[in-house]
């Protein structure tokens, strides 16, 4: 079945540092991809999508690349900051749309 | 502004007791679902609803229930609550089952 295979945590980072979380997935057909943000005691927050392959999604300095050949959906930042540290997942749904799948999260610690 | 309304947020019952986990999203989404959030294993869904009076299940939906009256709410029910569904769940809402999904703050069940 469909799943989405995490880069496992916890990381811990300078401040500037780069930032990389891998995620793969297995799916069939054309999946869409999303990267969620989960901030301390908060719900989870959309942070970037791509929803066919070579789509990059973006937001807040934060990139992924949506990559068939190598079913990969990595997120990446050049310089990360302390307010970045969260819980980071990467999901997918398949092109049926009916059900989102979610990695098991990677936390992810900013320090000055 | 549009969100995603989770009550309580914190429980504590006991084994057996009946328990409903209200949600309701202001944003006249068609797509609701509940999930369950567990150290290790990410986010795992347990119900979702395509439209009103259609629901249908995740993959752990044994020993929950759902019901989808009205477009704007969809409560989780535990019949007989049991101490393996002590976890954080969340409720989130999307116009589609492949699109943003808003999530809700999140309910802290604990079923001693």
């Known amino acids: 079945g469909d799943s989405v295979t995490q880069m496992e945590g916890p990381v811990t980072l300078s401040e500037e540092a780069f930032l990389t979380i891998n995620c793969t997935y297995t799916?069939?057909?054309?999946?869409?991809l999303f990267w969620y943000v989960q901030y301390p005691g908060e719900g989870l927050q959309l942070l970037l999508k791509?929803?066919?392959?070579?789509d990059k999604g973006s937001n807040k300095g934060f990139e992924a690349t949506y990559r068939k050949e190598t079913t990969s959906f990595h997120l990446e930042k050049g310089s990360v900051q302390v307010s970045d540290s969260a819980v980071y997942f990467c999901?997918?749904?398949?092109?049926?749309?009916?059900?989102?799948?979610f990695g098991t999260g990677t936390s992810l610690t900013v320090i000055p | 502004e549009a969100q995603v309304t989770q009550n309580p947020r914190y429980l504590i019952t006991v084994t057996g007791k009946k328990l409903t986990v209200t949600c309701s999203q202001n944003?006249?989404?068609?797509?609701m679902s509940w999930y369950r959030q567990d150290p290790g294993l990410g986010l795992r869904q347990i119900y979702y609803?395509?439209?009103?009076?259609?629901?249908d299940k995740g993959d752990v939906p044994e020993g929950y229930k759902v019901s989808r009256k009205e477009k704007r709410n969809f409560p989780l029910i535990l019949e007989s609550p049991s101490p393996n569904q002590t976890s954080l769940y969340f409720c989130?809402?999307?116009?589609?089952?492949?699109?943003?999904?808003?999530f809700g703050q999140g309910t802290r069940l604990t079923v001693v």
């Open positions: 989130a809402s999307s116009y589609a089952g492949n699109t943003e999904a808003f």
């Open positions: 799916a069939t057909g054309y999946p869409s």
């Open positions: 791509a929803t066919k392959a070579d």
């Open positions: 999901a997918l749904t398949p092109n049926t749309g009916n059900q989102f799948y």
């Open positions: 944003m006249n989404h068609e797509y």
């Open positions: 609803s395509m439209n009103v009076e259609v629901t």
